[in-house]
């Protein structure tokens, strides 16, 4: 499920019209007379790039001359997008030299953002409770996940256990991930300025857990980045417990166990099953650390196990894993037009 | 695969439906046929008018110099009048007999016809210059005498109606208004013959 484009319901005492005149002025309000003006003799080639957007570094995937190509920056220069607070990526900004110059960014260019803040929402909510065919409003959030916070200032997501839009299939483990607006915007305000926009907001767990699975399709899965770790168990790909934590520098890998010691005495069969930490924001050398530490046996993912034509990828050897997460998000996103 | 817009906002959404969707698109075809449809009317309209602007003053002097002529012809409407009668008789007078030569075919037959003497001819002529339709109506009243001899006068007005039949217009009609007859034993019978010759 996801919050769909429809109106919502009509208000007591709105009349149909009213709705009929605001649908209007949003269309216009939308109306993308620079993309129909440059596009009106020929149909637009859609190029699809990912960017990475943290808070201290941000990377880029996207193609050139035909290739992928991978760009980590790690300091946030001027014009980069921000996720807390407006930024335009000028010409003139170092930016825009150092990333995106070269990568035919236009009216054509749609963005698939990876994004890592503490501001993430994850969240497992049984959605066979609820009817799945209504908008996801913040009231239905607060129903569905009575704990999370900020349901009216957030954008939110449903997926099913399969990680899969809601409305494919309807499973009895359902996870809403839910993300603030205003980060959201500031996304897609930076894209516009560039004249292309924003096909997706993914939150960076999300890939990291759904590329886990794709290598285990059963087993524990722990995902480590910077603002989470997030822990699910899954069988045959469908995932049976997730729950999100604090991250692991905060933590530490005890905690980790402790949450897998509770997810037993639902799962008994965890103790006897391996776990996969995967992290692209982690020094393999302290991954290590955290597996030797954790109660079950455990195995880090590596690049070579995520290679999917990774030597296709000029400059991924600077950060493997990141540049095939991106390489993974772009793939899950289906194409415009 | 997750849905397309995950996690963005309507707007977003929206302008992807708009960029993906043929019937949104469709709309700016139809915007643009719109447009360049009120430019082709816009530069008609102008182009109309300047022309109007060039042929205005044109047009004006051609008003002023037909109410002109409208005002020179009603002053000369009776002239105008006239050139149109004699117009309309020329072909009439180019082919007339003249009055003289019905005279002198008269003349002809009273010399065919020595016993008959001329007292009085009248020639009367019906045609108005004025009228466009009119005719030449010759009326010609002879008055004659026979002189008295062993031959019936009447038998020799008959002679000199002949006469007249042939040296007359064929068109020509003649009726005898007094016959000659002898009622007392006189010089000369009288007598009278009315020709009425129309062209």
Not at chain 1, 131 to 155: F, H
Not at chain 1, 166 to 189: D, H, Q, W, Y
Not at chain 1, 275 to 298: F, G, N, Y
């Amino acid at each position: 499920m996801r919050v769909s484009n429809a109106p919502c319901t009509a208000p007591t005492g709105t009349s149909p019209h009213h709705n009929e005149n605001k649908e209007v002025l949003k269309f216009l309000y939308s109306y993308p007379w620079k993309f129909y003006l440059k596009t009106l003799f020929r149909e637009p080639n859609i190029v699809s790039g990912a960017m990475l957007v943290k808070e201290d570094r941000i990377s880029i995937l996207s193609p050139v001359e035909g290739r992928l190509s991978f760009t980590a920056l790690f300091k946030v220069l001027e014009g980069a997008p921000l996720l807390n607070g407006p930024s335009r990526p000028g010409r003139d900004t170092a930016f825009y030299s150092a990333a995106l110059s070269g990568r035919g960014v236009n009216h054509a260019f749609q963005w698939v953002f990876l994004v890592d803040m503490p501001e993430l929402q994850i969240h497992q909510a049984d959605a066979q409770k609820y009817s799945i065919d209504r908008e996801l409003t913040p009231l239905r959030v607060n129903q569905l996940v009575p704990s999370a916070p900020k349901a009216g200032t957030s954008y939110w997501e449903l997926l099913n256990a399969k990680l899969n839009p809601i409305g494919e299939e309807v499973t009895p483990v359902s996870v809403l991930f839910g993300m603030p607006k205003t980060a959201a915007r500031n996304l897609e305000n930076w894209a516009a300025f560039l004249g292309s926009y924003v096909a997706a907001v993914m939150p960076l767990p999300l890939v990291l857990l759904e590329e886990s699975i794709s290598l285990s399709p059963t087993g524990i899965h722990i995902v480590l980045t910077t603002n989470h770790t997030v822990i699910a168990m899954t069988q045959e790909k469908e995932i049976k417990l997730i729950t999100r934590v604090e991250p692991i520098h905060r933590l530490g890998a005890s905690r980790i166990s402790d949450t897998l010691e509770t997810f037993a005495e639902v799962f008994p069969e965890i103790t006897d099953s391996a776990a996969r930490i995967t992290s692209c924001d982690l020094p393999v050398a302290e991954l290590a650390e955290h597996a030797k530490a954790l109660s079950i046996a455990s195995t880090l993912t590596t690049p070579d196990e995520l290679q999917r034509g990774a030597e296709t990828i000029s400059g991924a050897s600077v950060s493997p894993i990141e540049a095939l997460s991106l390489d993974r998000a772009l793939c899950l996103v289906p194409s415009c037009i | 695969m997750l849905n397309y817009g995950f996690l963005t906002s309507r707007k977003q959404r929206a302008i992807y439906l708009y960029r993906s969707d043929k019937f949104y698109r469709a709309t700016f075809a139809v915007l643009i046929i719109f447009l360049l449809t009120q430019i082709f009317a816009g530069f008609a309209g102008g182009a109309l008018v300047l022309l109007g602007s060039k042929t205005g003053p044109q047009a004006r002097e051609n008003q002023l110099r037909n109410k002109s002529l409208v005002a020179q012809e009603s002053q000369r409407i009776s002239l105008i009048r006239k050139l149109e009668t004699i117009t309309s008789l020329k072909p009439l007078i180019t082919t007339r007999i003249p009055a003289a030569r019905l005279i002198r075919n008269i003349e002809g037959a009273f010399l065919a016809n020595d016993q008959v003497s001329l007292t009085e001819l009248k020639l009367l002529n019906g045609f108005n210059h004025n009228d466009p339709n009119s005719k030449d109506d010759f009326t010609i009243i002879i008055s004659g005498a026979i002189k008295h001899s062993d031959e019936n006068p009447t038998i020799v007005l008959r002679n000199f109606t002949k006469s007249l039949t042939d040296d007359l217009p064929k068109d020509s009609r003649i009726d005898v208004l007094r016959n000659a007859t002898t009622e007392r034993n006189e010089a000369f019978v009288p007598f009278e013959v009315k020709i009425r010759y129309v062209l």
